[in-house]
């Protein structure tokens, strides 16, 4: 094998990979087509319940109501075929119309609901990353500040509060006492979205409290798991040789410390943006965030079949589409396991 | 590593943005100042997002107007609950055939959809042929059934005349679908555009580039998006042109989900909104009003700091569950004496509602059927608390208190869990409390199943209030305990006591015959049923419902208020559409 390429085996491991991938987003489809189904609870009957028992009908008419739009969406249906119908669909990524919504599609509430949280949740996601790796690493290096030790406690104690809980306070703080901040939304009512930097900077004002809830109480994870690795891999062997070697600190830092140390706050970045459709279902709730954890805590409550399976299979592909990336490139991340993998 | 970092961070950060606005908005919208706009809270079920923002037709199931949609629409009559007047807009007049077989309805002349077209007979009679169509058929359009069970035909008699021929008597009919208030009432559709849909019911009557939804009404959508619907005054709207009232000093209104009590509190501090929707915590609302001098509500800063509404409280028992104890009528009735109703308003709402042994609402015209039935309610002691009572009648049912307090016969106690309204969550802590004092087993249980068990007839008791009821005369509430609506168990209802009674079927028969405004002839029909009810146990009546709505005056007066009750204050709460009457009325408060 050559240096920086793969080895003979390296297309079949591919095509495994790949195989895993289409074998993992079909059984995570199945349950997420079978788990919703278990609940006794009929959908369309309580999206007319709603609508008919709000008008103050006397209720007539609601089984030939239920029937027509069970026909519809083929609930009326054998529930193999139902199945069959929808991993199909799923497939060729129609996820379906949705039933609390009808007759918007599901896609188009998915992809409205996207963006607000690639905004929220993949920006705060990567900066606690990005911070609470980087301070978990210098908190144990001999030659950082000793400031940075005194963060410790900090990140700890924030770790351990629910980031809902720190939402709840810094919405106490930053806009009921000094009123620097909006309480929530997505932008202020009555501002008219477009491409202009005061429409951006509304978005950034908004966001900045959710943001940072998410960022305070995870900080802290990633820093102590990043510190725990660096203890472990300042013993390793080519640490001592490469201060034999006289290399300055911070080249020992990040190049050989660093380095190896982060591999496997990779793979929990990778599943930490599986949060992004779900995880942030409260952080979203709390601050009257219109994103995916908005949109699936909607569909759940009315037990919305297909909208479910919508945002719960973005979900499973996000997830199993990242891992499978990153088991890919993992051998170009770390040299350890290419060797491993190709003797 | 670290520039791909940040290339990557901006890269997410931009496309989200160019993402959000492109779902935002698609046309550019003019500025107008906010002192010109009414910011208000729309339907939104606790969700930070408006529900189908881009969905504006009414017969649609799933459909949501009151996002803010129902500003485009106007009914041909509003209803004023607090004093029974009959608000003409669309229409000018009604009157019912001496034999309450039909009702000719006279429009107003020079009404207009804001296309220019005329509104007129044609538009109403194809609305109802439509229903009618779909409520024969398939039945899966809003109303649609009720018509078809309600109307017969329709009769165009000229273009600002029509005729709805009823498939029986009733005299209540412009009660049911031309008056539109609280749930009642029906929305018209263009016959010019709706000829050519293909499906009624799942067209969404929202398109920005071909000007839909085309309405009657003063404001039009320009956005919407699940953040925000924002609509802008016509100012061509016909009722300015046509000299019926002025042009609205409402210039836009911005529609944003209402979200939860504690965002609409902090919206309403903050002065970002004008009125909420209806808030569940009377504390909170207590405390919005501390924090900003120019909040206030129908009842100003004086208790019970809102309006009351149309479903007064009640704990129900479900009488279609065959082995249920409560089949025991000294049981329910040991239930009622067991109920401290001053002390629940006194926890729950601080004071600040009316303890209420009756299912119908304090309404002026309602009030005189239960001032001249008093003695009914004392001859059966449906307003009293005694617990002494409630031990003499458990042991004449058999029970005996056990060890730990409870009543009990064959092991087993009496209770179970008392599934609870979200809104109702705090009395139904209290009632629990009070229940297992008395020796009842009862649990409090609110989850987000709750509504569906007590809907579906899966709980055996439950909190709920008298949805679909009466307003202007007892019919409606009496309506609920008739055969015909009572569900077996597995299909939904909002009529939850699943109680009925031939006698009361009779009589509601009966009544339904009589104009509403005979109360000579209705009151002994209505004290015989109610003798009956109230002898039967039904339910537990608790308390007056109230909808607690801040109003903000920085820049909107003449907000409805007890002194000037023109309409509930509660601009979504109501699926007819009713709460459209009020922007009409705002005044603004800076020039």
Known sequence: MGCGGFGDGEPMRILKRLGLLALVIWLAASLNFVLPRLTDRNPIEEVIAQAMGESGGTMQGIDQIVAAYEARFGMDQPLWKQYFYSIWDALRFDLGISISFFPEKVSTLVLEALPWSMALL????????????????????????????????????????????????????????????????????????????????????????????????????????????????????????????????????????????????????????????????????????????????????????????????????????????LDLIYPLIDPRIRAQTYG | ????????????????????????????????????????????????????????????????????????????????????????????????????????????????????????????????????????????????????????????????????????????????????????????????????????????????????????????????????????????????????????????????????????????????????????????????????????????????????????????????????????KRVREAVRFAIDRQQIIDFAWDGANTPNPWPYPAYAPLVKYMEASEDIVEKHRAAEHNLDETARLMEEAGYEMSDDGLWEKEGECVGGPIETHQNLAGIGQIIVQQLINAGFCAEFSQTPESFDKFRNGESVWHIFGHNGGSVFDPVDTLRMYTTPNVMPIGTSTMFVARWSHPEIDRLVAEMQTIPPENFDEILPLFREAMDIWFGEVVEVPIEQAYHLVPMNTTYWTNWPSEDNPYTPPCISCFISGWGSYLPHNLVPAQS
């Not at chain 1, 699936?296 to 037990?303: E, H």
């Not at chain 2, 042929?129 to 018509?147: A, F, I, P, Q, Y």
């Not at chain 2, 609280?182 to 263009?190: K, M, R």
């Not at chain 2, 016909?238 to 944003?256: C, H, K, N, Q, Y």
Request: charged share 15%.
């Open chain 1, 122 to 325: 993949g920006t705060a996601t990567l900066f606690s990353f990005i911070i609470g790796t980087a301070l978990g690493a210098a908190t144990v290096w001999p030659t950082a500040p000793r400031f940075l030790t005194w963060f410790v406690p900090l990140v700890m104690v924030l770790a351990a509060i629910p980031f809902y809980l720190i939402g709840l306070l810094l919405i106490v703080i930053f806009s009921n006492w000094l009123n620097w901040l909006p309480s929530g939304g997505g932008y202020s009512p009555g501002t008219i979205p477009g491409y202009s930097w005061s429409f951006a900077w509304e978005i950034f004002l908004h966001s900045l409290m959710p943001a940072a809830s998410i960022l305070l109480a995870s900080i802290g994870l990633w820093a102590l798991s990043m510190r725990g690795m660096m203890v472990t891999v300042q013993g390793e062997d080519y640490m001592v040789l490469a201060k034999a070697k006289g290399l300055k600190s911070w080249r020992r830092f990040w190049r050989y410390a660093v380095r190896n140390a982060i591999t496997p706050q990779i793979t929990t970045l990778v599943l930490a943006f599986g949060n992004i459709v779900t995880g942030a279902v409260l952080v979203e709730r709390i601050f009257g965030y219109p994103g995916l954890g908005n949109l699936l805590y909607q569909a759940i409550l009315v037990v919305d079949f297909y909208l479910i399976f919508g945002c719960v299979y973005l979900l499973i592909l996000t997830i199993g589409i990242s891992l499978t990336i």
């Open chain 2, 1 to 328: 590593m670290k520039s791909f970092r940040l290339l990557a961070l901006g890269a997410v950060s931009t496309v989200a943005m160019l993402a959000i606005v492109s779902t935002a908005s698609a046309q550019s919208i003019k500025d107008v100042p906010r002192e010109r706009t009414l910011v208000q809270m729309g339907w939104s079920q606790g969700a930070p997002t408006l529900k189908t923002p881009r969905n504006a037709n009414y017969y649609n199931l799933a459909g949501e107007y009151r996002n803010g949609h129902m500003h485009h629409f106007e009914p041909l009559f509003f209803f004023n609950n607090f004093t029974g007047e009959v608000i003409p807009w669309l229409a000018e007049s009604f009157e019912m055939s001496e034999d309450n077989t039909s009702v000719t309805v006279h429009l107003r002349d020079g009404a207009k959809w804001s296309d220019g077209e005329a509104f007129d007979a044609e538009d109403v009679a194809f609305t109802y042929n439509m229903l009618l169509e779909n409520g024969r058929g398939t039945g899966d359009m809003r109303k649609s059934v009720e018509v078809a069970t309600q109307v017969d035909s329709v009769e165009v008699i000229d273009p600002l005349t029509v005729k709805v021929n009823l498939a029986g008597p009733d005299p209540r009919y412009p009660f049911r679908q031309l008056i539109n208030y609280f749930g009642h009432g029906l929305v018209w559709v263009p016959e010019h555009i709706w000829k050519d849909v293909e499906d009624p019911a799942t067209f969404t009557w929202y398109d920005e580039e071909k000007g839909w939804p085309i309405g009657t009404g003063a404001w039009k959508a320009v956005s919407a998006a699940p953040e925000q619907i924002i609509l802008d005054r016509r100012d061509d709207w016909w009722g300015a042109e046509a000299g019926f009232r002025d042009l609205p000093a409402v210039e836009r209104i911005v529609s944003i989900p209402a979200s939860d009590n504690t965002r609409m509190a902090e919206l309403m501090i903050n002065n970002e909104a004008d009125a909420t929707m209806s808030m569940s915590s009377p504390a909170l609302v207590e405390r919005a009003l501390a924090q900003n001098e120019a909040l206030t509500t129908f009842t100003g800063n004086e208790p019970p700091l809102g309006n009351m509404d149309w479903w007064p409280h009640a704990l129900y028992f479900n009488h279609a569950i065959e082995d249920s104890p409560f089949q025991d």
